[in-house]
Each structure stands twice: as C-alpha cells, then as structure tokens.
C-alpha cells in the first residue's frame, strides 16, 4: 500500500510526458503557440481534467476489468510494468497507448492469479480502441475539406483566428487527456479500496501535470512534425477532431488512445490534400508499437506477478 501511490504517481508522471504530442503537437507544429506556454497550458488543463471529468472513468477501469481482490502486490505490478513500457517508449519517441497497456497488464495479472476478466466489457473497449481512429480519420478529413471552404481563414486575420482555435482545441484535448487518461495510473486505487475518485483523479493529475513540464518536450516535436506536414488548416482539423472522438468516449464512461484518435485524424487531414504530405515510414513505425505494447505488457505482468509469488 506504500509502493503502490509511488508507482502510480511515477506512472502518471511518464503517462504526462508521453502524450504532449497528442495534445498539444498540432498548435506547436503550426507555430500558433511556443514551447514553453504549450507545455503549462497542456498541464493547467490536464489538471482540470483529471480532478473534475475522470469519475467516470476510474470506476470502470477500477472496477470493471477484472473481478476478485487484484491485490495491493498485484496492482503494484500492474502500474510498474505499465510506466515501465510508457517510459521506454517516451525514451523511443514512439506514441503507443498506455490505455491498451494497462488493459492487458490487468488482463496478464488476472491469468496468473486465476481471478475472472470481464470479457464483456475488454471486447467493448476493443471495439472503440478500432473504431475510434477510423472516426477520427473521416472527422479529419471532413473538417479539413469544411474548412478549406472558408477562404477568410487562409488570409492574415483569419490565419490569426485559426491559430488562436487551433490553441483553444489544444486546451480542449488536454482536458480530455486527463479526464480520459488518468485512469491508468490510479484507478488501482478504487481496486483495492485506497481512496475514492475524486482522490485519485486529483493525485493522477497531479502526477499527469509534472510529467509534462518535466519531459515533454520528446513527443511534442516527434508529432508536430515527424507524422504529418501540417498547415494551420489541417492542425485545427486533426486537433479538432481527436477531441470530439475523446471526450464523446469521455462521457459515456469509456475510455480510448489519445495517440490512436489524433493519429487517425491527421492521417485523415493529410489525406485530404493528398498522400504525399503523410510521412508513411512514421506511421508504420507507430502502428507497430500499437501492436508491441498490449503484447508486452500482459506477458511482462504475468512474469512479474509471479516473480511476486502470486498464483
């Protein structure tokens, strides 16, 4: 009970760093904002989002994943490996998603303590984790051929209008970071009946908010320029998009990748101006950490538990 609030505030730490890019890398990309004030922004909000939005949330991982008593040995296993894995990946300058990380190393615990998953609702969350980037992609597409529409915004003022939006939509996906994310780190806490939501979600935040004033700066730049050339146009649709697939999962309780919904969306915005602008040796490069991370960490979990003595 000790080890566990360190690891999951270290988890959330690495989880804030890891998802800058996610956030706040179109705004940055374009210019509409400087490093510094993108990374307190991002942190101001995330806050936000974490300590009033993630209630929700906390209770369905905390609660609806796996059933039995996780343990407080077990749950301590779950969120090291999981910060392990977003570390190593943060280091990597790979976006991967810590959500199906903690999902599969829930999943790894439970097979090696014979305790019941909820296939239920993990197939549920599968099903979101494949649509949401589909989602995503067409928002992005549609919103960036809508807004190409309006020639005003492609002039000196209403470039300054996009880029102040495009700040806006930033804040707006920090928000849902936080409300959707903080869970990874400190819904064990409802698990083993540490603390309540409102506790957890204020301490994840916490955690979430220093993670990216301290290493933020990685995937902030691996996004804004590394995947897809962006204009202001583009960004807006992309960012724009990624939060209204986010928050719409937000509020009915489910949770979903971050990196997956803004990169589905700038792959949509890119192509809408044409293949040429999506760096596609990037994006392999990003799918296969998709498909790496789930993997590792239910087998990484399963290892630690037992070398923990459980099961």
Known sequence: MILLPLVAFAFAWSM????????????YATGSIRLR????????????????FSHRVLVHVGHGIVGGGLGAGAATAVIGVAF??????TQLRIPTSTIQILVFCL?????????AVNWHAVFGLAALWVAAPAIACGLGYALT??????PALREGGGLKLVARGLVAVGAAASLAMGANDVSNATAVFLAVHLTGPLLAGGLGGLG?????????????ERVAFDVVRMDRTMATAAQLAQACVVLAAVGFGDFTSMNQALIGAMAGAGLARGRQTIQARTIAGILRGWAIGPAAGFLATYLAVWLLGGG
């Open 16 to 27: 804030g760093a890891h998802y800058t890019g996610a956030c706040m890398g179109m705004p």
């Open 84 to 89: 392990l894995l977003t570390t190593i990946f």
């Open 145 to 150: 051929r809508g807004l190409d529409l309006v």
């Open 107 to 115: 999943i790894g615990a439970a097979a090696r303590l014979g305790l």
């Open 208 to 220: 979430l908010a220093l993670g990216v004033l301290t290493w933020g700066r990685p995937l902030l």
């Open 37 to 52: 004030p993108a990374l307190a922004l991002m942190a101001a909000m995330t806050f936000v989002g974490a300590l009033l």
